[in-house]
């Protein structure tokens, strides 16, 4: 978010080389305060999303033509809560330890308009009117290994793709 002095990071501990549904992920959700004002922090939580890209036909209703374009897709599998009303000075780093368990079950969507599909886990805090993953999203966006994925993960490796036996 542009404008925020609040930086959000995180470290994965004994990390899984790959994630199966109910695994637990254990770690240090890490929010920094680098401005020159202490900040209310209202709460921080860590989140598992899916996320694809998804074809989508758009017909001009007087030409009839048609305008495919894939738009972007997510959707919020689980949210744990790691903080709340707490404050964090100028200068300041916080270290919270999270553990959060993988949703029960998820697969990978199989229709030919889905493209791009994979799980990731955002570290959000709101100290302000809106809740953001700090200045650097990235950081603050960890890649799942999980099975159908084709993105490199953030940690741990893509299970290899089982071939069909005879």
């Not at 992920?25 to 999303?49: C, M, T, Y």
């Not at 368990?101 to 302000?128: G, V, Y």
Request: charge should be positive.
């Amino acid at each position: 978010m542009v404008g925020t002095d609040i930086y959000c990071g995180y470290k994965i501990e004994k990390a899984p080389e790959t994630l199966e549904p109910n695994n637990e992920i254990e770690g240090i959700f890490i929010i920094e305060n680098r401005g020159k004002k202490d900040k209310k922090l209202k709460k921080a939580f860590v989140r598992i999303n899916e996320l694809y890209l998804e074809k989508v036909i758009y017909r001009d209703a007087e030409t009839g033509e048609e305008t495919k374009k894939y738009e972007d897709r997510k959707k919020t599998m689980k949210t744990e809560e790691v903080v709340k009303g707490d404050k964090i000075k100028a200068g300041e780093k916080k270290e919270i330890k999270f553990k959060i368990t993988m949703p029960s079950s998820w697969s990978k969507k199989k229709k030919n308009k889905i493209k791009d599909w994979r799980l990731e886990m955002w570290f959000i805090q709101k100290s302000a009117m809106v809740a953001s993953r700090g200045s650097h999203k990235d950081d603050a966006t960890c890649i799942l290994p999980v099975k159908g994925s084709k993105r490199p993960p953030s940690f741990g490796v893509l299970p290899k793709k089982e071939k069909k036996k005879d």
